[in-house]
């Protein structure tokens, strides 16, 4: 199949395949149609491969875009110069289709691999293993999860992977982390200063000259 061929004959068609119109996500108000039209077009996108993937736009509004991007093969401006308009479900039933779909996906999964209950009866009777009789703070100790320890360039790394994945999170991380350091540093001099306040010495300075006639005074003449 040429590029034309599916730009032009295929790629449109399937887009307009996954935008029915569908206004309702509660069931008890949807009608039988749009529940047939959410269920066909579960199945469509479980069998091509494709879901609406979570993502913030610059504004830092939350959108779900098409993964993969089909639509931006098929997005033809105007003479006129104007912005391509492409009709694209609510964002609110674009949300729903996406759980649908990855639960669709997950049980399709689970019907292509052997169930435990099938090998389990084809399978002889099979000694119980010593593993099985460990008591029951072993079985804990084995099932307990470590963090691994990650160096100082593993965590830039994961930090710079966190800001690329969504950048209004990460800025806002990083602003409230600036706005708790500053925090601890006016709590911390606010302590300082309570405790020279509150200090049973006192000292005073006095900075300046005097014009008076000045002497030495030995320690014997005051004794």
């Not at 449109?12 to 008890?28: E, G, K, Q």
Request: charged residues 30%; hydrophobic residues 35%; aromatic residues 6%.
């Amino acid at each position: 199949m040429s590029p034309s061929v599916l730009v032009v004959d295929v790629v449109p068609w399937l887009i307009a395949s996954l935008s029915p119109n569908i206004r309702r996500i509660n069931p008890s108000l949807q009608t039988k149609e749009e529940k047939l039209m959410i269920q066909r077009l579960i199945q469509l996108m479980a069998s091509l491969g494709l879901s609406f993937r979570h993502k913030y736009r610059p504004d830092g509004s939350e959108d779900y875009a098409l993964e993969p991007a089909l639509n931006e093969l098929v997005e033809f401006r105007s003479r006129e110069g104007g912005t391509p308009y492409q009709y694209m479900l609510p964002i609110s039933v674009r949300k729903m289709i996406a759980r649908e779909v990855e639960l669709e996906q997950m049980r399709r999964n689970e019907k292509s691999s052997p169930s435990v209950k099938q090998n389990n009866s084809k399978s002889p009777a099979v000694a119980v293993d010593k593993s099985s009789e460990a008591t029951i703070e072993e079985k804990a100790a084995k099932a307990a999860y470590v963090l691994p320890e990650l160096s100082d360039v593993e965590l830039v790394k994961k930090d710079e992977a966190l800001r690329k994945r969504n950048p209004f999170a990460f800025a806002h991380r990083e602003a409230k982390r600036k706005r708790d350091e500053e925090l601890n540093a006016k709590l911390k001099l606010q302590r300082t200063n309570d405790a020279h306040k509150h200090s049973r010495v006192h000292y005073k300075f006095n900075e300046g000259y005097t014009c008076g006639i000045k002497t030495a005074v030995y320690i014997s003449d005051l004794l």
